[in-house]
Nanobody, 128 residues
């Protein structure tokens, strides 16, 4: 069974940092592209970062570029999203997803398409 489990969300003040984790099991970690997404209340889900299966190519949405970074721990089959300089508008449920044929969709709000498996999300709340 494929599972993606996000963790690390919580309440933080504006300007603070959080690191989200996405633990992945049940699939070959090296074969899947990974996407981080978020959905704020009343808004459509949007892409945050899109990571190639090699983990060498990473794209970020304009709204988080320069503030968020991703990294991978192959031994732990885990992908991280380090979020710095958080803003109230970053408040959302954050999801990770994996896709065998995942790809970067330039210019599209989803940013990353072709996802096959999704986690249940973790809530990030940034207070002003």
């Amino acid at each position: 069974e494929v599972q993606l489990v996000e963790s690390g969300g919580g309440l933080v003040q504006a300007g603070g940092s959080l690191r989200l984790s996405c633990g992945i099991s049940g699939l070959s970690f090296d074969d899947y592209s990974i996407g981080w997404f978020r959905q704020a209340p009343g808004k459509e889900r949007e892409g945050v970062s899109c990571i190639s299966s090699s983990r060498n190519t990473i794209y970020y949405s304009d709204s988080v570029k320069g503030r968020f970074t991703t990294s991978s721990d192959y031994a732990a089959n885990t992908v991280y999203l380090q979020m710095n300089s958080l803003k109230p508008e970053d408040t959302a449920v954050y999801y990770c997803a994996a896709g065998m044929w995942g790809y970067y969709n330039a210019g599209h709000p989803r940013l990353c398409d072709g996802m096959d498996y999704w986690g249940k999300g973790t809530l990030v709340t940034v207070s002003s």
